[in-house]
């Protein structure tokens, strides 16, 4: 971190701050004793600096340089300190920043509602409304189902990822540490999503029945029908980057729109164009009733959007959020969609997905350890296992393999599930930044078995 920076921190009251103290080990040290949680390991993780880096190319406080394949947990659409971005920043620096986008009109928040109904699936009448997170994203959805259908019970799948408050953790399953002795907010009946490589219902593909639709429908039947919507992740992500078949998808929604109620599509990881759809659903060829937005879409703020049919909720004041789409998040997310639209970055991205992917499966010909290699676009990654044969989950081997690529090939990478390594990679990532990645990667690997 240069000068001016600590002078920063400095002028800020914190006068004990000096460069000799910018190591790991003091400001993990201190993040430890102030913060409450961080979700990540850290001794994996080393404390990042926030005044350096350049597209995928991110520094931890000791100056050592790492090779992003994060996005920022698919935050980072263009990565770090894009200049197009920068500049158009720059340019609206003297918008308005404080106006609550919920409880008052202006002109931003409404642009990107009409923006956000044109880009996703379907032609019908669609209504928006703004929040602050992913998880409550994923709630704006929940709230309006009941509302409009009259019905509290969701349908959810084991594993799901929607968050970890309220209403969006009781439809997560994904860490047993997330849920224990907390209350189960909402009743959901819960199914095993479609997990091919590890079929719940011991079948192959070939001789694949849908079971688990078939699960579903006569969980509906037995537990009864009186159901919201179904929440799904088009692809499962923080369960372990799971890519369920198509007829699947299309099987639950079916089994959903039998019985008359919603379907609803998280998209807070993979939509926002990261699979080379604006939605990741479309990939399945599925319209859904509701999506949930959120990470990409806020160009590096806190922006989700929870997207529903007219009229979304009975009555105004139904619900809202004090922070939300302020003018220049809202710019700025209109500025993000332009980008991707006018860069061609839906195409990109499916390109360079089909790349890496290509790139992860010679990693799965190669490596015993390398059970399988999936994805859509640039959500991919690899599930760890024993070895081939017995497919046995190898969580310790997946841990070895990401401290290994972090702390000495300096790649960025992040877990997934109990054994999977996730690629959620900014969109401006290369093919040759692609090509190291997955070879640092293949040498963490071999050093780690
Ligand atoms: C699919 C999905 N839904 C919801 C969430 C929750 O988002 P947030 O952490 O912003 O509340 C996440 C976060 O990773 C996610 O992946």
Not at 12 to 22: A, P, R, V
Not at 139 to 150: H, I
Not at 428 to 438: N, P, W, Y
Request: charged content about 25%; aromatic content about 8%; overall charge neutral.
């Amino acid at each position: 971190m240069n000068e001016k920076h600590i002078r920063i921190l400095r002028d800020l009251g914190f006068n004990d701050i000096t460069s000799e103290k910018m190591t790991n080990d003091y400001w993990k040290a201190r993040a430890a004793d102030a913060l409450a949680i961080t979700t990540q390991d850290r001794d994996v993780y080393g404390c990042f600096d926030h005044t350096r880096g350049e597209g995928v190319i991110i520094y931890d406080i000791e100056g050592k340089e790492f090779l992003d394949v994060t996005g920022g947990v698919a935050v980072r659409a263009f990565g770090l300190r894009y200049k197009p971005l920068l500049e158009f920043e720059s340019e609206i620096h003297d918008v308005i920043k404080e106006l609550p986008g919920m409880d008052f009109d202006a002109i931003p928040q409404t642009l990107l509602a009409e923006k956000l109904a044109s880009i996703t699936p379907g032609t019908h009448k669609k209504r928006v409304v703004f929040t602050t997170s992913g998880g409550r994203a994923v709630e704006g959805c929940m709230k309006s189902a009941m509302d409009l259908s009259g019905n509290r019970r969701f349908v959810a799948f084991r594993p799901a990822f929607h968050g970890r408050t309220g209403y969006a953790l009781s439809l997560t399953s994904t860490n047993s540490k997330h849920k224990n002795k907390f209350p189960q907010g909402v009743d959901v009946v819960r199914v095993f999503y479609p997990y091919c490589y590890r079929c719940p219902y011991g079948q192959n593909e070939e001789d694949c029945n849908l079971e688990c639709v078939e699960a579903l429908r006569y969980a509906l039947q037995v537990e009864g029908n009186d159901i919201a919507a179904t929440v799904m992740e088009p692809i499962c992500g923080e369960g372990g980057l799971i890519v369920p078949p198509s007829k699947a998808v299309k099987g639950m929604y079916e089994a959903t729109k039998e019985i008359g109620a919603y379907f609803m599509s998280d998209e807070v990881q993979a939509g926002m164009g990261r699979t080379g759809k604006w939605c990741a659903i479309e990939n399945h060829g599925v319209i859904p009733d509701y999506i949930s937005m959120a990470k990409a879409l806020g160009g590096g703020y806190p922006l989700g959007a929870s997207i529903g049919p007219v009229p979304m909720y009975t009555e105004g004041s139904r619900h809202s959020e004090t922070f939300s789409a302020e003018p220049k998040m809202s710019l700025l997310s209109l500025w993000i969609i332009r980008q991707i639209e006018t860069g061609g970055y839906l195409k990109k991205n499916a390109e360079n997905g089909a790349y890496l992917l290509k790139r992860l499966n010679e990693l799965k010909e190669k490596h015993e350890v390398v059970g399988d290699a999936r994805g859509i676009g640039l959500m991919c990654g690899v599930e760890i296992v024993k070895d081939k044969r017995s497919k046995e989950r190898a969580p310790k081997i997946r841990d070895r393999i990401v401290k290994t690529a972090v702390n000495k090939y300096n790649l960025l990478v992040l877990g997934a599930g109990p054994n999977s390594i996730r690629f959620t990679p900014s969109y401006i990532i290369t093919q040759e930044q692609i090509d190291e990645a997955v070879s640092r990667l293949d040498r963490a690997i071999s050093d780690s078995t």
